[in-house]
């Protein structure tokens, strides 16, 4: 159980153009999502809560136009990079709670998106 | 502001040996201090989490102690094996389901 999925795995794009990032909670509802970025060798840094039906609430510094989350269902939450530059190139990686699993308190980790723009 | 350290640098061990790995924190109180293993160009896979009451939890070969006083928190593999090696991440939150703050993550190496 508790299985989260995201899509593309891997995706290279142009300088300027956007790209959209699904991730899906396969087997559980979750009302709330996390968006992370992780640069090489570096730790998970939030960027975003994704709240189903709500805005959701951004880290400081992470700019909410540029980075545009969709939580359109209780099974799936979408980020979109918008207008995106190669310092935007990263793993991002989405996580879910599982509110009437065992662990409540955890996060279930998507596989992750590598994302190189030219 | 809140931070949390892991060791540096990466731990080299033998196969059947204990890896010890340990994440400080300071400027935080977390409820929650969860252990996670990330594989490279992986998301992390959830292990254990010890809650700020509890002293100590085992799972298999696993066990986690959680020191409030000391803001320290020890990971533990026994019988250690090559399958073990990855990067270990410590990660806290302040309250039930709350956003997790995580480390900067080990990377073990267990060596046959």
């Known amino acids: 159980g508790a299985v989260v999925s995201q899509h593309p795995s891997r995706v290279i794009c142009k300088s300027g153009t956007s790209v959209k990032i699904e991730c899906r909670s396969l087997d559980f509802q979750a009302t709330t999502m996390f968006w992370y970025r992780q640069f090489p060798k570096q730790s998970l840094m939030l960027m975003a809560t994704?709240?189903?039906?709500?805005?959701?609430?951004?880290e400081q510094g992470v700019e909410k136009d540029k980075f545009l989350i969709n939580h359109a269902s209780l099974t799936l939450s979408t980020l979109t990079v918008t207008s995106a530059h190669p310092e935007d190139s990263s793993f991002y990686i989405c996580?879910?709670?599982?509110?009437?699993?065992?662990?409540?308190?955890?996060?279930?980790f998507g596989p992750g998106t590598r994302l190189t723009v030219l | 502001s809140q931070k949390i350290e892991q060791n540096s640098e990466a731990l080299n061990i033998q196969e059947g040996k204990t890896a010890t790995l340990t994440c400080n924190y300071t400027n935080y109180s977390p409820a929650y201090l969860q252990w996670y293993r990330q594989d490279p160009g992986r998301g992390p896979v959830f292990l254990l989490l010890?809650?700020?009451?509890?002293k100590e939890k085992r799972k298999e070969r696993l066990k986690v102690t959680f020191d409030t006083t000391l803001k320290q928190s020890l990971f533990h593999i026994t019988a250690s094996q090559p399958a073990d090696s990855a990067t270990y991440l410590c990660a806290l939150s302040s309250n039930q389901g709350g956003k997790l703050i995580f480390g900067q993550g080990t990377e073990l190496s267990v060596k046959p």
């Open positions: 994704s709240n189903e039906g709500s805005k959701a609430t951004y």
């Open positions: 010890i809650r700020e009451n509890e």
């Open positions: 996580s879910a709670r599982d509110p009437g699993g065992k662990y409540t308190d955890t996060q279930y």
